[in-house]
């Protein structure tokens, strides 16, 4: 085992050089100031803040979406919302961007703490699925029934991610757990 370590090492010197096999590597102080993790919510949400796009992962009605801002998300009919509002949604289990990711606890079976992070959605229009036909028989007996229904599904669009605790002069409605 030893012999073959001894080749190896050999081996990568004479490719590589002698000042590439050092056991010990130095970091610029700014690079490694970069690169140690936040020691608090705090640290990581303002990481985050700084990074250009970011996504959640939302619990909306019992499902988790993956959202981004912008998105068009399609769900079950929302009986209370109107065309126009907007909802907040703060069950929030992951916020994350191409470099940072924060989540709740127990690896992501938890949402986050309520105030650290939340979404606002608009509601874009009340919609309707396509056609479903249910065929109910009995063999034998010659019953047939056809019933026919369409799916009422609400359509919202995702705007943009907010960090921190929510305006105290709010007058938006919280969705906070539908």
Not at 14 to 43: D, E, F, H, I, K
Request: proline fraction near 5%; charged fraction near 25%.
């Amino acid at each position: 085992m030893n012999v073959l370590r001894s080749y190896v090492r050999k081996a990568t010197q004479r490719c590589l050089g002698n000042a590439l096999m050092s056991t010990t590597a130095t970091v610029p102080q700014s690079t490694a100031a970069s690169l140690a993790l936040p020691s608090s919510t705090l640290g990581a949400l303002d990481r985050l803040r700084a990074q250009p796009s970011h996504y959640v992962i939302a619990s909306l009605m019992g499902k988790r979406y993956l959202l981004a801002p912008r998105d068009i998300l399609t769900v079950p009919r929302l009986k209370t919302a109107r065309v126009g509002d907007r909802l907040f949604l703060t069950h929030i289990h992951e916020v994350g961007s191409r470099d940072f990711t924060l989540r709740g606890q127990n690896n992501g079976e938890s949402t986050l703490m309520p105030g650290t992070v939340r979404v606002e959605a608009t509601v874009l229009e009340h919609t309707k699925g396509a056609m479903e036909r249910i065929v109910k028989f009995k063999r034998r007996k010659h019953y047939t029934k056809t019933v026919e229904h369409k799916q009422p599904y609400t359509r919202l669009r995702i705007g943009p991610i907010f960090f921190g605790q929510p305006e105290e002069g709010e007058k938006d409605r919280q969705l906070n757990s539908l």
